[in-house]
């Protein structure tokens, strides 16, 4: 029944969702190309500020000078694997953290606003709190993670660096999700919490009965949201506590080579897309099998 | 189908089988200042197996009485009980059922396992809750919708769904408020002769709130009514029918004589000017 409901021009949308996604990927190709092709060489400044930046191959190399530099070696030492296989490794690094930073954050997002839920007075005193969490810099959060994980020790399990960087991934990702999730705890229509009431079931039995599925349609986009704010997360965390191996060191690291190999710094940036694309995917192959309590969305 | 045991008319009197007592009940909502008597001083006694209407203008207190004895709401004076419980204990004992005006069906749940959900609360298994959805589904006509979902359903359909729902545990009593509010005429005459059957089988009382005359006469063995500020009930009209009804009684000049009754009941005197039966 739901197919019926879908199949109306479900293929001929998801064809034209594909041929959108490629067109707007070659638009901003073509963009950057027209503007390197007729903006001034050495970009427009008024005053001391610049407003264009500049066309030259330094500043702002061919796409396929970038494409081109994928496809060769990472260093001129001999045996050193080819560009884009290490952007990959270090992407796929980035995603394991990202994804275990989502994780705890949704966890955590998600109790939070079960209790914000279940007590009004938690709510009054969380959800400021929750809120206050985010205007904390990151950049001045990174070091002292770093310094409180390195003094713990979980039984046999040392503290590693790239958990530090997973729990400020997490720090950022359970923001939207407690803000998302506390909405649709709260959503359901007074006509369904006085059925919950008639058949004089608890408030457990309402959450897992009620709430918590008419709190799909808000935790979608708060997943969506998390996932976004993860890889941000990880990739500034591991710029700010200097981990090794991930996409974020990458890109600090490859900065140095932005007036010998100016096409080399791209890279690492292509890859952050890639994981931030493949994050996406993640939580949108999620959506699926919970599509059915969304369907109040579409509902008349 | 044979005639059912409950007798039309004034069945208050039949003593020992009361359905719901309410008693004395006032409900105030607001503080002293800006406080609102919903209702006030309200007493009425529902036999077993009786059908009652509630009806009267926005604002009579209908549903909030309503509320009350489902215990959805608490009094400020007075008591209530339902089959001889607090009106608390008869919820927590699953002594009724309900419907509202919207169908109030759960989105994500396919029209059996919306009928299944109170069942699957009180912990009925997996098979006996199928089985039970099924007759239900049969019984409002709905068998071939089962696997379906709530949006793809009409309003009418979804309210039969609400129906099943509400008779689900098969209670002894029926709380509705205003269920065919929301549906158009048509719909509207063929569910309270399906709401008839129902009941003749399931010989639930009812407390029917409404405000259409028509509704309240075709479908009640007693119509109360109540008039606003504060929320009285101001008479009772025995409407006495008969328990097979069907459409033909639409047109029985008794059915007539009751509407002309309630709608007389309703304006407060019998020097009513025979206008439109609406009082919305």
Redesign the interface.
Known sequence: ?RAV?LAPGAGTRRAGEVTLGVAGVLGVVALWELYKLLGPDAGASVGELRVLPRTSDLAMPHVWDMAARLAEPLTAAPGAPVLWLAVLRAGLTSLGIAVAGWVVGVWVGLALAVGMARFTLAERAVLPLVVLSQTVPLIALAPLVRSWGSRLTLGTLAWEGWMSVAVIASYLAFFPVAVGALRGLQSP?A??R??M?????GWW?TLV??RL?AS?PYLLPALRLAAANAVVGTVVAEVSTGLPGGVGRMILEFANFASSDPAKPWAPLLGAVLLGLVVAALVAALGVPLA??R??E??? | MSAPATVPGPVVAHGAAVAVEVHGVSRVFGRDGTAVAALQDVSLTVGAGEFVSLIGPSGCGKSTLLRLV???DRPTAGSITVFGRSAEQA????D?G?A?Q?A?L???RTVRANVE??LA??GVGRAGRRARADHLLELVGLADFA??????LSGGMQQRVAIARAIAEEPSLLLMDEPFGALDEMTRERLQVELVRVCAQTRAAVVFVTHSIPEAVFLSDRVVVMSPRPGRITSVVDVGLGAARGDGLREDAAYFDAVRRVREALHGGSDVPSRGVETR
């Open positions: 029944m409901r229509d006509i369904h006085d059925l009431r008639t058949y004089g079931v039995a009965r009620l599925p799909v059915r309590f369907r109040a579409v509902a008349a | 489902a215990d959805l919820r927590l004992a699953h009724y309900i509202f919207q109030g759960l989105p994500w959900l109170p609360l009180h696997g379906h979902f709530p949006d793809q």
